[in-house]
Antibody, heavy 121, light 108 residues
Framework: EVQLVESGGGLVQPGGSLRLSCAAS????????MHWVRQVPGKGLVWVSR????????AYADFVKGRFTISRDNSKNTVYLQMDSLRAEDSAIYFC??????????????WGQGTLVTVSS | EIVLTQSPGTLSLSPGERATLSCRAS???????LAWYQQKLGQAPRLLIY???NRATGIPDRFSGSGSGTDFTLTISRLEPEDFAVYYC?????????FGGGTKVEIK
């Protein structure tokens, strides 16, 4: 079974840091790009960041650029999101997602269960 | 950035009825790059449709996707109780990903 399990969320003060982890299993981890998507409870989905198979090519949404860093450890089948200089507006559920192509069509499948980040004093 | 606008925001229907959800893009989207996801309350999103019209594994055939260019549609032919959820369209082209704001399908 393909599975993604996030961890590392919690309560942090504004300006603080947090590192999210996403452990992957059930597929060839080194074959796929990985992404982070966030969602304020009750609101829509917003793409945050992605990393390529080797961990060298990364991309970020403008609102996290310079503050968040995505990385992966292929020996541990894990992707990370280091979040620094956190703001109240970063409070959200963070989902880890596999980027997979079905018939050459890009999709996000599956999604992890999400981890809640709350930035508050 | 391609902006996706979903309508209506909320669809109030009864089980057995047909649901038609719209996703309109601010510029043309390659059909291959358009997907639909279902999110039930308290759960992660789940892939429903990829490439605008292809059902993902395990998705019932009451779900269908269509459209091209800037206008895409998700149709649920006959709503089952488990279909009441929020639906998002997504475009993923040139390594850029955007989502629509979602359509909530609620029980009337």
């Amino acid at each position: 079974e393909v599975q993604l399990v996030e961890s590392g969320g919690g309560l942090v003060q504004p300006g603080g840091s947090l590192r999210l982890s996403c452990a992957a299993s059930g597929f060839t981890f080194t074959a796929d790009w990985m992404h982070w998507v966030r969602q304020v409870p009750g609101k829509g989905l917003v793409w945050v960041s992605r990393v390529d198979q080797g961990g060298t090519d990364t991309a970020y949404a403008d609102f996290v650029k310079g503050r968040f860093t995505i990385s992966r450890d292929n020996s541990k089948n894990t992707v990370y999101l280091q979040m620094d200089s956190l703001r109240a507006e970063d409070s959200a559920i963070y989902f880890c997602v596999r980027d997979v192509r079905y018939s050459d069509c890009p999709t996000f499948d599956p999604w992890g269960q999400g981890t809640l980040v709350t930035v508050s004093s | 950035e391609i902006v996706l606008t979903q309508s209506p925001g909320t669809l109030s229907l009864s089980p057995g009825e047909r649901a038609t959800l719209s996703c309109r893009a601010s510029q043309s989207v390659i059909s291959r790059d358009l997907a639909w996801y279902q999110q039930k309350l308290g759960q992660a999103p789940r892939l429903l449709i990829y490439g605008a019209s292809n059902r993902a594994t395990g998705i019932p055939d009451r779900f269908s996707g269509s459209g091209s260019g800037t206008d895409f549609t998700l149709t649920i032919s006959r709503l089952e109780p488990e279909d009441f959820a929020v639906y998002y369209c997504q475009q993923y082209g040139r390594s850029l990903v955007t989502f629509g704001g979602g359509t909530k399908v609620e029980i009337k």
